[in-house]
């Protein structure tokens, strides 16, 4: 077992204006989750996707599969 530590990180796009995830894609090769929590609550629970979940979730959000915010 892996005992590499989350490396969070908020994406660029983020204006801070408090309604960010982070993930801990470091994560993905050694243990094949990508971790993922809410910015605002960094002692807050942490939910693991898989990394083809992920995967799967980002491809979708290009597409635009998931409207427009």
């Known amino acids: 077992m892996s005992?590499?530590?989350?490396?969070?990180?908020?994406?660029?796009?983020s204006n801070n204006g408090g309604?960010?995830?982070e993930v801990a894609a470091n994560l993905a090769a050694t243990r094949g989750i990508v971790p993922?929590?809410?910015?605002?609550?960094?002692?807050?629970?942490?939910?693991?996707?898989?990394?083809g979940s992920?995967?799967?979730?980002?491809?979708?959000?290009?597409?635009?599969q998931f409207g427009s915010f």
């Open 3 to 13: 005992t590499e530590t989350p490396r969070w990180f908020k994406s660029s796009y």
């Open 19 to 21: 309604a960010c995830v």
């Open 36 to 51: 993922v929590r809410d910015s605002k609550s960094v002692a807050g629970p942490v939910l693991d996707f898989t990394t």
């Open 54 to 64: 992920f995967a799967s979730f980002v491809a979708g959000v290009k597409a635009g």
